[in-house]
C-alpha cells in the first residue's frame, strides 16, 4: 500500500505509514472478529461506526469556533495583562 499526500511537505513515506497505521487500527477495533469481510459489509463498519468517530473527531478539533474574534491571550499575556 503506497500513499501519497498532496502536499510537498509531508514525504510519501511519511503519508504511507498514516495510511497504514489507520488500517492497523480499523483492522483492530471495528474489524478484530471478521477474518475476510465481504464488501458490502466493510463499506457498512466504514459508514456506520468508523465515519461518525471521524465526524466527531474534527468537529472539536476544528478551530471556527472562534471566528470574528480574537485569538486567546498566551499565558505571558494574560499574567501580564493581570500585573
Known amino acids: 500500500l503506497w500513499a501519497r499526500s498532496t502536499t510537498a511537505y509531508v514525504s510519501r513515506l511519511r503519508t504511507t505509514m498514516n495510511a497504514e497505521n489507520?488500517?492497523?487500527?480499523l483492522?483492530?477495533?471495528?474489524?478484530?472478529h471478521l477474518l475476510r469481510p465481504r464488501l458490502d459489509q466493510l463499506i457498512w463498519i466504514l459508514c456506520t461506526k468508523v465515519t461518525p468517530g471521524y465526524i466527531h473527531r474534527?468537529?472539536?478539533?476544528?478551530?471556527?469556533?472562534?471566528?470574528g474574534r480574537s485569538s486567546r491571550l498566551s499565558p505571558f499575556?494574560?499574567?501580564f495583562k493581570r500585573a
Open 77 to 79: 499575556q494574560t499574567k
Open 27 to 32: 483492522k483492530h477495533h471495528h474489524l478484530h
Open 58 to 67: 474534527a468537529a472539536v478539533l476544528e478551530d471556527t469556533y472562534r471566528l
Open 22 to 25: 489507520h488500517f492497523k487500527q
